[in-house]
């Protein structure tokens, strides 16, 4: 890539820190939050559909939005999927290797939720021990792979970003990203950034959250909202 996203001033591919292992309390306090596993696709997706996801806070950036997830969450998508999305699929695994051989962050197909609300949940792509400025902590990894080049990270991939570290109460997550052609890789290698856990944004998130829960809940007891 030749132009430098305006949103970070760091080098294109971080140097990896010298990894030390996380205090096992701390490991031992997310695996015991442990919902589900997206091996078990069905038990996977049951799951889900019983909480608010990253993939669901996503689209939350303004009220409005609510009435629209709403809407989605009681009536389910359409979408099953296209060949960008298979291709995503399909080279997952290839840039999770990465991943844990320069980071040593681990691929990771669990459903997590939060330490304080059950019905808040993430599946992050990787998770790996605090090392360095993080030590004792938690550090994930979330993988993209895009036809476009990224000048600035998405806003919708942050949303996700913030929402995983506040549901598995991690530091900071490196979001690893790879530009295709006609699905051809175009880098060697893919791009990757260090997002640092953003208090004030979590806080929005989970805001936005509980709204859609109350109005979720408001739904159900009172009957199907209108069609779009």
């Not at 019983?50 to 009220?63: E, F, N, R, Y």
């Not at 330490?115 to 400025?133: E, F, K, M, Y």
């Amino acid at each position: 890539m030749n132009q430098m996203l305006s949103l970070f001033e760091e080098e294109e591919h971080p140097s990896p820190p010298d990894l030390v292992p996380a205090a096992p309390l701390v490991a031992a306090s997310h695996l015991r939050r442990i919902v589900a596993d997206s091996t078990d696709r069905v038990a996977w997706l049951r799951a889900r559909a019983q909480g608010i996801t990253a993939t669901d806070v996503a689209k939350l950036a303004t009220p409005k939005s609510l009435q629209n997830a709403v809407y989605d969450k009681l009536n389910g998508s359409s979408f099953s999927g296209n060949s960008f999305t298979d291709h995503g699929r399909s080279r997952e695994p290839e840039i999770a290797a990465w991943v844990l051989g320069r980071y040593g962050i681990k691929p990771s197909t669990a459903l997590f939720h939060a330490a304080d609300h059950r019905r808040h949940l993430a599946t992050p792509d990787g998770v790996g021990t605090g090392s360095g400025q993080g030590s004792g902590g938690l550090e994930l990894a979330e993988i993209k792979t895009t036809s476009k080049e990224w000048r600035s990270i998405p806003r919708s991939y942050l949303r996700q970003v913030w929402w995983q570290q506040y549901v598995l109460g991690a530091e900071r997550t490196l979001l690893v990203w790879e530009q295709h052609r006609d699905f051809v890789p175009v880098n060697a290698e893919p791009e990757c950034r260090w997002i640092e856990r953003d208090e004030d944004q979590i806080a929005i998130l989970v805001g936005y959250a509980n709204n859609l829960i109350a109005l979720l809940n408001q739904q159900t007891t009172s009957g199907p909202p209108p069609a779009h």
